[in-house]
């Protein structure tokens, strides 16, 4: 079946501009994730939705990263007045349940360069 | 969160088996064992994941210390695909979100 998409693959901004990053996470999954993985680095966790409503957003880096699911389903991730530390790859990852435990399935990322 | 360490290298011969290791001194009665594997240019995966007894799936097995201070992930007959990072991760119950260190890069010599 289908994994978890995200687009754009690859993104290049300049410095100030605002980027929105997307995830379709496997159809179903109650428990969509948000992590920023710098160059070399493990990837940290940003958020955590559990089906539209957001229940960790503490490793979100600033009041510049926002991010939405609004149905349930596809989440987005902004970020505004984009930074050269904003470099790295942002990775969705969803899970069936809410269980602790639960696998968590990655997509690929996507690789955002701040120029 | 309980803190992990692993080499931050190894290297193996393909279709010969890999233990990877991993400490965690500090783990507490209600932390999972969890790992992930990173392949270049890809999202991470899951790999395995247990309490207190030895695990084994289709991928790999998780051998897991008595004292539960250390575990080691073995793949038993490496192949070129295996090639990775590989990441050990303590999972209290009730936590949603995985919290990755640096974890081991593996290279498989053909």
């Known amino acids: 079946g289908a994994g978890v998409s995200q687009s754009p693959r690859y993104k290049v901004a300049k410095r100030g501009q605002d980027v929105a990053l997307r995830c379709d996470p496997i159809?179903?999954?109650?428990?969509l994730f948000w992590y920023q993985q710098a160059l070399g680095q493990g990837p940290e966790f940003l958020t955590y939705?559990?089906?539209?409503?957001?229940?960790?957003k503490s490793g979100l880096p600033s009041d510049r990263f926002f991010a939405e699911r609004p149905e349930g389903s596809v989440s987005t991730l902004k970020i505004q007045r984009t930074q050269q530390e904003d470099s790295a790859v942002y990775l969705c990852?969803?899970?069936?349940?809410?269980?602790?435990?639960?696998?968590?399935?990655f997509g690929p990322g996507t690789r955002l360069l701040v120029l | 969160d309980a803190k992990t360490t692993q080499p931050n290298s190894m290297e193996s011969n393909e279709e010969e088996p890999v233990h990877l290791p991993c400490n965690h001194s500090?783990?507490?009665?209600?932390?999972?064992i969890h790992w992930y594997r990173q392949l270049p240019s890809q999202g991470p995966e899951y790999v395995i994941h247990?309490?207190?007894s030895n695990v084994n799936n289709r991928m790999a097995s998780l051998a897991i210390a008595e004292d539960r201070k250390s575990s080691t992930l073995i793949l038993h007959r490496a192949t070129l695909r295996d090639a990775a990072v590989y990441y050990c991760?303590?999972?209290?119950?009730?936590?949603?979100?995985?919290?990755f260190g640096q974890g081991t890069r593996l290279t498989i010599n053909p």
């Open positions: 500090t783990i507490s009665g209600t932390d999972y």
């Open positions: 991760i303590l999972r209290n119950r009730g936590a949603q979100k995985l919290v």
């Open positions: 247990g309490l207190t």
């Open positions: 159809s179903g999954h109650v428990s």
């Open positions: 939705f559990q089906n539209e409503a957001q229940l960790d």
């Open positions: 990852a969803s899970s069936l349940d809410t269980g602790s435990q639960e696998t968590q399935y």
